[in-house]
């Protein structure tokens, strides 16, 4: 399930140096970008639960991002 555009991984892609970037890899960046959103909210509503409550909030994703 591909939830981002492309567009804005590859504007991240040249940000970050590269002259050129194929469409098959800024696809690969995307699922994998996707994974690691995916597993971060996971953890950060368990988080979220752990501490009573429904809403995931900022502390909580910064909470998991160090991980």
């Known amino acids: 399930m591909t939830l981002l555009p ?10 970050a140096g590269a002259k050129r970037i194929s469409d098959k890899a800024v696809e690969e960046l995307r699922e994998y970008v996707e994974e690691v959103a995916d597993a ?4 950060a509503s368990v988080a979220a639960k752990h501490a009573g409550r429904v ?6 994703i910064k909470l998991v991002a160090k991980r």
């Open 6 to 15: 492309l567009a804005p991984l590859k504007r991240i892609a040249k940000k």
């Open 40 to 43: 971060m909210a996971k953890d």
């Open 55 to 60: 809403t995931v909030k900022e502390d909580d």
